[in-house]
């Protein structure tokens, strides 16, 4: 195991008084630098800068931080679900550590996909069926980790798999932790 013990902060941000998200910090007895380019590898659609030590990385809509001693969570509704949402990063963290000999770590920095990119991939039908009111506020949320590729309903149908699979490729999703 790599992170044991830490100290945990959970804060609303200084930016933004009054706002109903809370963000949360692990401070870690252990430095994790080395896990780093493991979790760019498997973590898909983080961002690693190693020049800065750091790796970034969204997740249904929380931006996540990892830096050497510190991992910190944002834009997470309650105080509750951002002390549980740090939780699972460190059991995240923890099991990246523990399958590292099976991982080839990466040490490339990546782009993020523009919400422009993945609406040009979109079957662009306006439909409504994901929820929302165009297919570029799909997009914005999808590149925002917000939504899934499986709530687009046409995305599903034959005539739109190429797209999908592209999609596929670039969009960021969450792999479960476990």
Not at 74 to 100: F, M, P, Q
């Amino acid at each position: 195991m790599l992170i044991e013990n830490y100290d945990l902060e959970v804060f609303t941000p200084p930016c933004d008084p009054g706002a109903e998200r809370y963000a949360a910090k692990a401070i870690l007895n252990t430095d994790i630098s080395e896990i780093l380019p493991y979790l760019n590898a498997t973590l898909r659609g983080a961002v690693y800068y190693a020049s800065a030590n750091a790796l970034t990385w969204k997740k249904a809509g929380h931006n996540i931080a990892f830096h050497a001693f510190e991992i910190a969570v944002s834009n997470v509704e309650d105080r509750d679900g951002a002390e549980k949402e740090l939780r699972g990063i460190i059991d995240l963290v923890n099991h990246t550590w523990e399958r590292r000999a099976e991982i080839t770590p990466d040490t490339s920095t990546r782009q993020r996909p523009t919400s422009m990119a993945l609406y040009k991939l979109l079957p662009n039908t306006n439909c409504k069926q994901c929820g929302e009111p165009t297919c570029y506020t799909f997009a914005l949320k999808l590149a925002a980790s917000q939504k899934k590729l499986a709530d687009c309903p046409p995305l599903a149908e034959p005539q739109y798999a190429e797209k999908r699979a592209a999609l596929e490729e670039l969009v960021i999703e969450a792999p479960a932790i476990g």
